[in-house]
């Protein structure tokens, strides 16, 4: 995949386009920006090819389902455009985008990005030598490449936090996207059946099914 030639500079997110209401829309459309890392003097970054959406109280695979408030999930019902990056059998560091209105804790799970910039550094960090898919293909090692970690939870998704968000112009149709059941929510009764993983079709840098 590549950015159209001849385009406009990329523009950041708007805040007002992290306020959508519906959290399926606003993962499909996420597919093609390119998620940006500038972490100790670091700048690091990668078109996402692969999403999950999660939609809050209402959805029995989101951890703020019914209502649920902790210390954790807190973020989630921040007003979107926040990162919220939990830990996942204790070693990978998941990130997600807060979407929708405050106190309405929508998010969505990027799974995979395809590496663009200081590819080096990206597998410096993943103690890589050779770039594969491997390298970005799932949720715990594109944060890995990107150095993104818990404490990042909460911060507005901006060049000032170092974590943000580019519109680069690519987008994708319907015919282009492939959707299925997300992944690792088999607790979530008929919830694990929705179809709402999201993944741009053949892209090598799509994570296992499983």
């Known amino acids: 995949m590549n950015f159209p030639e001849n385009n406009s500079p990329p523009k950041m997110l708007s805040k007002e386009w992290y306020l959508q209401e519906d959290v399926t829309i606003a993962a499909k459309s996420l597919l093609g920006k390119v998620l940006v890392t500038e972490l100790n003097g670091l700048k690091t970054s990668g078109i996402i090819v692969e999403t999950e959406a999660y939609n809050g109280i209402h959805d029995k695979a989101c951890h703020a389902y019914g209502g649920k408030r902790t210390p954790r999930t807190e973020v989630m019902y921040y007003r979107g455009g926040v990162a919220y990056v939990y830990l996942c059998y204790g ?18 799970l990027i799974r995979a990005i395809q590496p663009v910039h200081e590819v080096q550094t990206l597998l410096e960090r993943r103690k890589m030598i050779k770039l594969k898919p491997t390298l970005t293909a799932g949720p715990g090692v594109l944060s890995s490449a990107l150095g993104i970690k818990t404490e990042l939870s ?24 492939q959707s299925g059941p997300r992944v690792g929510v088999s607790y979530a009764a008929e919830d694990a059946l929705l179809p ?13 099914s499983k």
């Open 196 to 208: 709402w993983r999201f993944s741009v079709k053949g892209n090598k840098w799509v994570s296992p």
């Open 91 to 108: 070693i990978h560091h998941l990130f997600n985008i807060i979407t929708n209105k405050e106190d309405i804790p929508d998010a969505v």
């Open 154 to 177: 909460g911060i507005t998704l901006s060049p000032d936090s170092g974590i943000w968000v580019e519109d680069h112009g690519v987008s994708f149709s319907e015919d282009e996207i």
